[in-house]
């Protein structure tokens, strides 16, 4: 009898443990999928792209094409603070943000005068972004992500 209940005992935490150690993996999980944007690259990091976000309300340039694995530098050179984007739930204009199928959106936050932020894209296709104060006076952009093709990867 003794046993058993300590049996019990063992099973019961092992459970708890277990429990413990998947919850602790899922907030890692979840913490990498949002590091994705960024207001400084890692050492040795350089931006595939760099779009300027100026003080007539516009990016420029307004579409650029990078390819998977690519970061784009949105530059604040405005006297204002920008956003960059890319969450339909945040469109005033449902057709001024896409994203590409299984992408997951993004928001910049305000990105203050002279300040620099950087998002790594990891999905392929058309993504249609906004700055968020601006969007009524058409301050949009397009990024458009190239899936690598084998020959740019292969090395000799
Ligand atoms: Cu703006």
């Not at 150690?21 to 994705?36: H, P």
């Not at 100026?54 to 405005?78: I, L, R």
Request: hydrophobic fraction near 40%; glycine fraction near 8%; charge should be positive.
């Amino acid at each position: 009898m003794r046993t058993l209940r300590y049996s019990l005992v063992v099973f019961v935490v092992a459970v708890a443990a277990v429990g413990v150690a998947y919850a602790l993996e899922s907030a890692g999980t979840a913490a990498a999928a949002g590091a994705s944007g960024t207001t400084a690259l890692a050492p040795g990091q350089t931006a595939a792209a760099t779009v300027t976000m100026t003080d007539d309300n516009k990016f420029k340039p307004d579409k650029v094409k990078v390819n998977v694995g690519d970061t784009v530098e949105w530059k604040n050179t405005a006297k204002v603070a920008h956003t960059v984007i890319d969450d339909p739930k945040v469109a005033q204009k449902k057709g001024n943000v896409e994203l590409p199928k299984g992408a997951e959106a993004f928001n910049s936050g305000p990105v203050a005068p002279g300040t620099s932020w950087y998002y790594t894209f990891t999905t392929p296709g058309t993504y249609k972004y906004i700055c968020g104060p601006h969007e009524a006076v058409g301050m949009k952009g397009e990024v458009v992500v190239k899936e690598k093709r084998e020959k740019d990867t292969v090395k000799e």
